[in-house]
Nanobody, 111 residues
Framework: QVQLVESGGGLVQAGGSLRLSCTAS????????IDWYRQAPGKRRDLVGF???????HYEDFVKGRFTISRDNAKNTVYLQMNNLKPEDTAVYYC?????WGQGTQVTVSS
């Protein structure tokens, strides 16, 4: 059974930083892709970026240069480092793998 648990969300002022974690069980993140999505109130769930099974990383244009995806193989955890946060980054952030989703973590950026 695959389980994904996000953590690290919170309230931050514009320009601030947060690091989200996605800790996996039931899969080995070194050989599996993990995607990050986000969903703002009243909006669709959008892809933020992903790290592939071979370590290739992709970012959507709206986070390029501000967000960084990495992974800690020993902890079986994928991170989303978010810098220079903007109010429009306010959303629930999810990690996902092959249709399995975490519960999400709320990120709120105040102006």
């Amino acid at each position: 059974q695959v389980q994904l648990v996000e953590s690290g969300g919170g309230l931050v002022q514009a320009g601030g930083s947060l690091r989200l974690s996605c800790t996996a069980s039931g899969i080995n993140i070194t050989t599996n892709a993990i995607d990050w999505y986000r969903q703002a109130p009243g909006k669709r769930r959008d892809l933020v970026g992903f790290i592939s099974s071979v370590g290739r990383i992709h970012y959507e244009d709206f986070v390029k240069g501000r967000f960084t995806i990495s992974r800690d193989n020993a902890k079986n955890t994928v991170y989303l480092q978010m810098n220079n946060l903007k109010p429009e980054d306010t959303a629930v952030y999810y990690c996902t793998h092959m249709g399995f989703w975490g519960q999400g973590t709320q990120v709120t950026v105040s102006s």
